[in-house]
């Protein structure tokens, strides 16, 4: 794999039974980008997603994954990306800090860095007071800040965020952006699949996908130009919902 590269697939495809979910896409993503992955409903984005997360094998085609495989090194994929879905797997019945223990757990970190990197998160977060609640009890907004910062808590190279801010309001989703740039800032891949066109211009490239297929890729401003529009809105209009 190329070394600014942190994912190259090459014909990708998932097929259950007969019908292509993901019908051959290829595409590569730098280390360090932010990256959209658009498309309307159904379109293949949560399929694609999970194969280049370790959890489902593809039918055809090839992906590397943080330089691993997607056919034969999915344990080494999981332990090596964070992943956070649109039902985010947080604990409702655990509290905040119950909730960071047990994910440092399962990504195998030492007590002590659970300790340590705990404290530092809660302040980070602003959520110090409020460590000992239960995750059933916090308003949606903050449910997704702590998902992410969970699903980041072991300083993965590369984070798959499968429509984190589904349901809050505008002022919300950009407070979880300036947490997502501070992660890019690190240094942390972004890879971001979401059905908010604001969203979608934050991103460094993005890729929109149709029926299966990637039908566009570039930065937001390269697709605007590419379809000769003004907003990202209309570009996907203009291809996912032609
Ligand atoms: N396990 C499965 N068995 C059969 N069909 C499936 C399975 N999983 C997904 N599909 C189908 O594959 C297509 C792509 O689904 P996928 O969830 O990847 O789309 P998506 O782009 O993530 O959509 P959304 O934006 O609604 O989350 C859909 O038609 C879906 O019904």
Request: net charge neutral; glycine share 8%; proline share 3%.
């Amino acid at each position: 794999m190329e070394n600014d590269l942190i994912i190259k697939a090459d014909k990708l495809t998932k097929r259950f039974g007969t019908f292509a979910a993901v019908n051959e896409i290829s595409f590569e993503v730098k280390k360090g980008e932010i990256f959209g992955f658009l498309g309307a409903n159904g379109a293949g984005k949560t399929t694609a997603m999970r194969i280049l997360s370790g959890l489902s094998i593809p039918t055809s085609g090839q992906a590397m994954v943080a330089g691993y495989d997607v056919w034969k090194e999915t344990e080494k994929i999981k332990q090596n990306i964070g992943y956070m879905s649109q039902k985010f797997s947080l604990y409702e019945d655990l509290t905040i800090k119950e909730n960071i223990r047990f994910f440092g757990g399962i990504y195998r970190m030492a007590d002590r860095q659970i300790k340590e990197n705990s404290s530092a998160l809660l302040a980070d977060l602003g959520m110090e007071s409020e460590a000992n609640k239960l995750v059933g009890s916090l308003p949606l907004g903050w449910k997704q800040k702590l998902a992410f910062s969970v699903s980041i808590f072991h300083d993965p190279k590369i984070v798959f965020l499968d429509e984190p801010t589904g349901g809050v309001d505008p002022v919300t989703r950009r407070k979880f952006w300036d947490m997502i740039y501070q992660a890019s800032d690190r240094g942390m891949t972004i890879f971001v699949t979401t059905h908010y066109m604001d969203e979608a211009e934050y991103c460094d490239r993005v890729s929109i996908m149709v029926s299966g297929k990637i039908e566009a890729l570039d930065s937001p401003a390269g697709l605007k130009e590419q379809f000769s529009v003004n907003s990202m809105e209309d570009v996907f209009l203009k291809l996912a919902r032609p």
